[in-house]
């Protein structure tokens, strides 16, 4: 009987990927999100000849750490392909292990992308599924998804906002009747976040650090507000000394972190603002009743739903697993394909 059971398991290998620009990941019909890794593969390169030496957890490790010898590569920019063999090898590796036995059938496999990618960049998404083993490649729009994955009703012919917060990029749509009505996509997310503290520490404090201790800098003390106290939680960093060339260790308060922030936040406040002055009014009434909800990873900066609601002076909530809404929802799509076929795409 439990052959039996692997055998349907075999023919039941479909999946919803979220190929995200800092985390992918994948989705298996009937068994929810089995794999989250960061967008991240590491070469080792040797006359010439690239070969795969580590992907996702193992080669985040190694960025910024490498010899000569050895590259990190992260493919996604911007929530789009921006190296095509890089991006095959990497879902190939992580198709092979959430497949971990070979299988009969080649799987069905759908993927969420950015509302602003063009025909081309969709084109590149699905070459790349396709040649790294699916039998059919699906598109869903990356706001629709959010919107499912944060269960909102969105099949309701009532407007629904969802700010969906990537890596690369910020999605902003307003949907009702299951389709977008408005969209917008700015190319400002988690990355943005982590350049403008990199900068910031160079101009203000003489100070080179790496994009691991940034992200660490904005999940451990990131704000999108001033604090009340006008300094806030601190932590101790270490860099390079840019006057002098040593390995220095300093203190970096909230408040700073804030203000290296404020221009991405600044942006995505914009963001919102833009779509709610181009929403219909019908819908934008029924915004106001049910209020703006974030997903992504970025909506976890602290503060940031404080930040738009002072804006907006709408209500504005965090999704329950922001950092997953994206994969669940594209996940939905592919359990409940009949009646969400209208937001596949699975020609271009």
Known sequence: MSWFGNFGGIFAADMAIDLGTANTLVYVKGRGIILSEPSVVAYHIKDGVKKVL?????????????????????????????????????????????HKRSSFSKPKIIVCVPHGATPVEKRAIRQSVLSAGARKAGLIAEPIAAAIGAGMPITDPTGNMVVDIGGGTTEVAVLSLGDIVYARSVRVGGDRMDEGIISYLRRQQNLLIGESTAERIKTSIGSARMPDDGRGASMQIRGRDLLNGVPKEIEISQAQVAEALAEPVQQICEAVMAALEATPPDLAADIVDRGVMLTGGGALLGDLDLALREQTGLAVSIADESLNCVALGTGKALEYEKQLRHAIDYDS
């Open 54 to 98: 580590a992907v996702g957890e193992d080669a985040k490790l190694m960025l910024g750490r490498t010899p000569g010898s050895i590259q990190a590569i992260r493919p996604m920019r911007e929530g789009v392909i921006a190296d095509f063999d890089t991006a095959e090898e990497m879902i190939k590796h992580f198709i092979r292990k959430v």
